[in-house]
């Protein structure tokens, strides 16, 4: 809880709301890339709705309706 001495400084000067701290550097490993986007596009890292989407967006390029030739 803030002290007395506290409150008093922020009635009376008021309360900045800056820039937060720097965020440290990401570890490159964690780096978003396109072959996992399209691995989990492809429901490649096993998650069961990821799956179930990339078949669904197979069946879907696979109609004659979505094909390019037609």
């Given at each position: 809880?803030?002290?007395d001495q506290e409150i008093q400084y922020a009635i009376m000067?008021?309360?900045s709301f800056g820039k937060g701290r720097s965020e440290q550097k990401e570890d490159p490993t964690k780096v978003k890339t396109k072959?996992?986007?399209k691995a989990y596009q492809t429901g490649a890292h096993?998650?069961?709705?990821?799956?179930?989407k990339a078949e669904i967006r197979q069946r879907v390029k696979s109609r004659a309706s979505q094909?390019?030739?037609r």
């Open positions: 809880m803030a002290t000067n008021g309360i072959a996992r986007k096993k998650s069961g709705a990821a799956k179930h094909r390019k030739g």
